[in-house]
Nanobody, 124 residues
Framework: QLRLVESGGGLAETGGFLRLSCEAS????????IGWFRQVPGKEREGVGC????????YYANSVEGRFTMSTNAAKNTMFLQMNGLHPGATATYYC?????????????????WGEGTSVTVSA
């Protein structure tokens, strides 16, 4: 059973940065599509980006393209979300996820595995 544990959330100022981590256990991330989502209370969870297992290509939502970068460390079986140029609109709970299919910029047909979420707050 794949288990995902996030860390790295917190408070940042506008223009600042945060790096989220998502450590996986029970399965190798290299073999499945992975991604990040975020959710604001009262709104639907939205895809931030995803990485395909086939060739490691990364795709991003327009709202974060050029400012957020996903990466993985195979040795640590960990995925990362580097968030630069933060603004208050990025305030949300961020979730890493795995399995399903990276289509466009979000995982579809799943994902079956979710982290518990980590809170990000960006002050004006």
């Amino acid at each position: 059973q794949l288990r995902l544990v996030e860390s790295g959330g917190g408070l940042a100022e506008t223009g600042g940065f945060l790096r989220l981590s998502c450590e996986a256990s029970g399965w190798t991330l290299d073999y499945i599509d992975i991604g990040w989502f975020r959710q604001v209370p009262g709104k639907e969870r939205e895809g931030v980006g995803c990485i395909t297992s086939s060739d490691g290509s990364a795709y991003y939502a327009n709202s974060v393209e050029g400012r957020f970068t996903m990466s993985t460390n195979a040795a640590k079986n960990t995925m990362f979300l580097q968030m630069n140029g933060l603004h208050p609109g990025a305030t949300a709970t961020y979730y890493c996820a795995a399995s399903g299919n990276c289509n466009g910029y979000r995982l579809v047909w799943g994902p079956d595995y979710w982290g518990e979420g980590t809170s990000v707050t960006v002050s004006a």
